[in-house]
C-alpha cells in the first residue's frame, strides 16, 4: 500500500494515529447554549473592533455585519466592550439586531451613550460573538 508515491508503514500510521489523538486532545472545547440551543460541536467565533468615529452628540452608532460566517438561523452570544481613543469617559452599550431587537446570524447594529462631552476621537468597540 502506498500513500501518493511512499510507502505506508506501520511506523507512519503510528504517527497519523498520535497527531490525531494530539489534535483532538489540544484543540479548543467550545459549547453553544442559548436562546433554546445547545451545540457541543461545530461552534465558531468571531472577534473584531467596530470603529465608532467620532460625533459631536453623546449617541452614536454602527452596524457589524456577519457576512456569511454564521449558519442561517443563528443567534450568536456576543460580548462588547468599550474602548475610548482620548479621554476617560463613562460608556452605556447597547445592542440589537439588524431590523429586530436580538441579533442572529446577519450581525448587530450598536448604540453608544457618553456620560460627557463628545469624545473627538472616536470610541472602538470590541466584540466576541459566538455561533455556528
Known sequence: ????????????????????????????????????????????IMSAILVL????????????????????????????GVNPLAGGLGYSLTIRGIGMATPDYRGFTVALLSDGPSDPNGVYVHFLAMGW
Open 53 to 80: 468615529g467620532s460625533s459631536k452628540t453623546k449617541t452614536r452608532s454602527g452596524t457589524f455585519n456577519f457576512g456569511s460566517f454564521f449558519t442561517s438561523g443563528c443567534m450568536p452570544i456576543i460580548v462588547t
Open 1 to 44: 500500500m502506498t500513500w501518493g508515491e511512499e510507502p505506508v508503514t506501520k511506523e507512519k500510521l503510528d504517527q497519523m494515529a498520535n497527531n490525531e489523538q494530539w489534535l483532538f486532545e489540544n484543540n479548543a472545547r467550545m459549547l453553544y447554549n442559548g436562546y433554546g440551543v445547545k451545540k457541543p460541536s461545530g461552534v465558531k
